[in-house]
């Protein structure tokens, strides 16, 4: 932001925007961002922030896919998060009155097993004429998903196994997953969890959500529980208060996190009312999926504003996906336009092999090269942790470029992001200076000498 000590001729002032407690509403994508400053007369005034080219057209092309295809749905309707939810198009004929589909896209049919949903916002965002471009991949299903290739496996993490009771993973020694339901507004094609998502297999209640809450309350060892599915933010805010308040009715439960994609595909679920019933719950944290620079539009942008200030820690998950967002000029606009919605990048995953997705997995030195790529080059709060989740229930191993290029008499020998040598010398090293033998002495010793 421009300082408020500027002349105000030099600032392009606007009336600030009024978001009421109960406005919901997200304003219309393309719409010029917005930041408070104050004038030197003290009257509240916003700096405009132009939306790049790029975006521009992005929202001119939202804008073209609702007159086209909703053109009698009213903003009200548009931006309200279950009617979203009620028009998602879930089928390829559908998608097809939508979309010019390639041949891979018909004959994809369901036979992966993984449902197709998405909804008419993240539709709005896809490219109706071209196959390949990466948001209209990541969700649109193609007949890829139907080939299996070695080493793929329905749970690769083994997440059954570690289940002491249906849907609770404990893999860690101190904190659980805890999938509330199988449920998702939009289906990414890769999802781990393919086996189980959209099945109605497993629900927020009853007898299951009684098991695993009886869980977590007879082990004390349990301090995190992230609570995952699905997506838990599809549920009502009623729905989830019940078990956020059962989850601080245990003493040793100390942080909750929930995962979920709902800001990039479904952005208009994140309401105010929504968030002051999450606040009632801190510490509360949320790990937010996103996969392109393309999903941080105007709404997701609002949609994370309201959580990270209603005091919600927010990181970002992404999943390495090979002609989607494998280049390190893609990933570093995406982990930039995160920190400018206040998201922390957090962890970059190598694809996970379920069965089908060997069109999405890249090598791992194309992630270590991303890595490479961005650390030293942009802040470092723009470089997420490169893991492998591994296959068997290994848990996450972190990937890393090799920093430490050798090890002599003088200590290690590092290289940094430009690819120069330095040497770091170690405690106990050759340059490093020795004790007198009594000085070092106990009193005792010094003194028989």
Known sequence: MQSSTMPSDQLDIVPAPAFDEGDDEPPDPGH???????????????????????????????????????????????????WQLANRVRSIDRLAAMLNLSDEEKAAGTGSGLPLSITPYYLSLL???????????????????????????????????????????HRYPDRVLLLLA??????????????????????PAGERLEQALAYIAARPAIRDVLLSGGDPLLLADDQLDRVLTRLRMIPHVE??????????????????????????????????????????TPETHRACTLLADGGIPLGSQTVLLAG???????????????????VRPYYLYQCDPIPGSAHFRTQVERGLEIIRGLRGHTSGYA???????????????????????????????????????????????????????????SPGERACH
């Open 32 to 82: 010029a961002r917005t930041s408070r400053c104050r004038r030197p007369s003290g009257a509240t005034a916003s700096v405009v922030r132009l939306p790049s080219p790029r975006a521009r057209h992005r929202a001119r092309a939202a804008q073209s896919f609702r007159k086209r295809h909703f053109p009698d749905i009213p903003a009200r309707l548009w931006n309200d998060w279950h």
């Open 127 to 169: 490219d109706p004429d071209n196959p390949a471009q990466p948001l209209r991949r990541s969700v649109v299903p193609t007949v890829r998903e139907t080939l299996r290739s070695p080493g793929e496996t329905d749970d690769p993490l083994d997440e059954g196994a570690m289940s002491p009771v249906p849907g609770l993973v």
């Open 182 to 203: 199988d449920c998702c507004s939009t289906y990414c094609r890769y999802c781990t969890r393919s086996r189980l998502v959209g099945h109605d297999a497993l629900r």
């Open 255 to 296: 942080i909750i996190r929930i995962g979920t994609k709902v800001p990039a595909v479904l952005p208009q679920r994140i309401t105010p009312a929504l968030v002051r019933m999450l606040r009632r719950h801190h510490p509360l944290m949320m790990s937010l999926h996103f996969t392109h620079p393309d999903e941080c």
């Open 324 to 342: 989607i967002n494998d280049e390190v000029e893609t990933m570093r606009r995406l982990m930039h336009a995160l920190l400018m919605m206040r």
């Open 383 to 441: 470089v997420p942790t490169y893991v492998i989740d591994a296959p068997g229930g290994g848990g996450k191993i972190p990937l890393l470029p090799e920093a430490v290029a050798g090890r002599d008499t003088d200590g290690l020998v590092l290289r940094n992001y430009e690819g120069r040598l330095f040497r770091y010398p170690e405690p106990g090293g050759a340059e490093c200076p020795q004790p007198d033998p009594i000085l070092s002495a």
